[in-house]
Every structure is written in structure tokens, then in C-alpha cells.
Nanobody, 124 residues
Framework: QVQLVESGGGLVQPGGSLRLSCAASGFTFSSYAMSWVRQAPGKGLEWVTRISHGGATTDYADSVKGRFTISRDNAKNTLYLQMNSLKPEDTAVYYC?????????????????WGQGTQVTVSS
């Protein structure tokens, strides 16, 4: 069965860092682009970043560009999100998600598999 399991969330002070991981199983991880999507309290889903199947192409939301870095280790079937200079506005549940296919623009992406999410709280 296809499965995505996020980990690494927690409580961090503004300006701090966290690294999230997403362990994938049940499919050929290296054949799929992957994305991180988040949902802040009381708000809808917000796309954060995506990476192509081989890692050559990455896209970021303007709100996180320069602070977050997406990466992957296909040999370990693992997706990562390095988050630096965290802000209270980054507080959200972060989900690892698998797009159905690679698209020209991230706005076109549709997802067929989601992890359970990991909570990130940025607060003094």
C-alpha cells in the first residue's frame, strides 16, 4: 500500500529551524515528484514547495522562498523540508503529498496521496 509518513514537527521559537522528513513506501518513490502542503489553523490548504522526481527542479511559494529548502534522497525513499528563519505565520500542519503527475505550473497539481501531517508551531 502507498504510504507517506511525516515526522520532525514540533515547537520552535521565531527565527529557529526545523527539518521535516517524509518516509515513502509502497511505490517507486524516484518516479514521482513530491510536494509539501500546509494548513494553518482556520485556513485552507496552502502549497509550500515541490520537487521533481530526480530533484533537478524545485518550486517554492513566495512566502517561504529563501527560508525553506526541499530535497530528497531517492535511495532512502525520503523527502525532506529544511525550514530556517521560522515565523509565527509558518505555524501549520505540514503534509507530504504526491502529485498525480508533473505539471508545468504548481497551481495545476493534483494529489493522489497524503501523509497524516506533522504539526509545526512557531511561538515565543
Amino acid at each position: 500500500q502507498v504510504q507517506l509518513v511525516e515526522s520532525g514537527g514540533g515547537l520552535v521559537q521565531p527565527g529557529g529551524s526545523l527539518r521535516l522528513s517524509c518516509a515513502a513506501s509502497g511505490f517507486t518513490f524516484s518516479s514521482y515528484a513530491m510536494s509539501w502542503v500546509r494548513q494553518a489553523p482556520g485556513k485552507g490548504l496552502e502549497w509550500v514547495t515541490r520537487i521533481s522526481h530526480g530533484g533537478a527542479t524545485t518550486d517554492y511559494a513566495d512566502s517561504v522562498k529563501g527560508r525553506f529548502t526541499i530535497s530528497r534522497d531517492n535511495a532512502k525513499n525520503t523527502l525532506y523540508l529544511q525550514m530556517n528563519s521560522l515565523k509565527p505565520e509558518d505555524t501549520a500542519v505540514y503534509y507530504c503529498a504526491r502529485p498525480k503527475t508533473w505539471t508545468l505550473l504548481y497551481q495545476q497539481d493534483e494529489y493522489d496521496t497524503w501523509g497524516q501531517g506533522t504539526q509545526v508551531t512557531v511561538s515565543s
